[in-house]
């Protein structure tokens, strides 16, 4: 199957089947490898256990980022070609990208409190990340609000293509302003700067809560599939009982 | 492994994380089976789309 053929909602249906437990039983034995390493991991020498935080916080909040990106790509995949599983896929990963940023700001928050002394603070990092969390929230509230999911799509892709101008106002965030949160230490130029034993920890949970987020999205965009076709078959079960 | 004077923030973070996560999950998998069967109970009242193959017409 090419990958031309996966825009046909019907052999998407298929595909989706058929490696969802692929991808569902990977990405649990990652996450558990890879929860095995950030537990065997030893603590750093300034923040003590408290490092083990970032093993969560740091991967979901790529992946906050990340899923922005490509509810971006599928909006223009609407707007520009209108492909079939554009508005699909954009829909489905709205929530999804809404709970990666609240564990990103949760977990945070968390983190913060025992190495900052504070739970909150207004800086350019956490406050931008927060606007991107009520964008999520605004999005699935917009999803709901109107009825017909083609017209829903394009108001979605637009304000998802505004959105996007956040996610380097996000990454540089640290680079541009005076911030309490730190500064990047893995991708940046010149190398990350956490030592070996924390950092491949955390590089196996990115791609652990890659997989997890890929597993989740192919299910939800099966389940959004569904769903129109639910709709398509109400719409003509009205039209008939009309008649 | 001892996780120290943080302890409480540490398990709050991967609790939370989890329970996120679990959340998803479960969303994901009641979302499926809902719209199966409203499509099976559809399917039953004879309701089918144009565009289905015709194998599953019968």
Redesign the interface.
């Known amino acids: 199957m090419s990958l031309i053929d996966l825009a046909n909602p ?1 052999r998407f249906l298929k595909f989706a089947e058929r490696v969802l437990p692929w991808l569902a039983a990977a990405t649990a034995v990652l996450m558990l490898v890879g929860l095995q390493q950030v ?2 991991a030893p ?1 750093d020498y300034q923040q ?3 490092v ?2 970032m093993f ?2 740091v991967p ?1 909040a790529w992946l906050s980022m990340f899923v922005w990106g490509v509810m971006s790509l599928a909006a223009l995949g609407t707007l520009v070609w209108r492909h079939p599983l554009a508005d699909v896929s954009a829909k489905a990963a709205v ?2 990208g809404a ?1 990666f940023t ?2 990103a700001l ?2 945070g928050s ?2 913060g ?2 190495m900052w002394g504070t739970y909150w603070e207004w800086d350019a990092r956490l406050t931008s990340v927060l606007i991107l969390f009520l964008m999520y929230l605004g999005l699935m509230a917009l999803w709901r609000a109107v009825d017909d999911p083609s017209r829903a799509a394009r108001a979605a892709a637009i304000i998802t293509l505004v959105g996007a101008i956040n996610l380097p106002i996000i990454k540089f965030s640290v680079d541009w302003w005076n911030t309490l949160h730190q500064p990047a230490s893995v991708l940046r130029i010149g190398g990350p700067t956490i030592h070996p034993s924390l950092l491949v920890p955390l590089l196996i949970m990115a791609v652990a809560f890659s997989l ?1 987020f890929l597993t ?1 999205h192919l ?2 965009m ?2 959004e599939i ?2 129109r ?2 709709r ?3 719409l ?2 009205a039209s ?1 009982a009309r008649a | 492994m001892t996780l120290g004077q943080h302890a409480t923030f540490i398990i709050a973070a991967y609790a939370i994380a989890a329970t996120v996560v679990a959340g998803l999950i479960v969303w994901v998998v009641a979302d499926y089976r809902r719209q199966r069967a409203i499509l099976h109970d559809l399917e039953i009242a004879g309701m089918k789309r144009r565009s289905a193959p015709q194998a599953s017409r019968s």
Do not use: C, E, M, Y
């Open positions: 019907s537990f065997a603590d003590g256990a408290t083990k935080i969560i916080h979901s929530p999804i709970a609240f564990i949760v977990t968390l983190w409190r025992p997890l989740l299910a939800a099966r389940n569904l769903r076709r639910v398509t078959l109400r003509l079960q008939a």
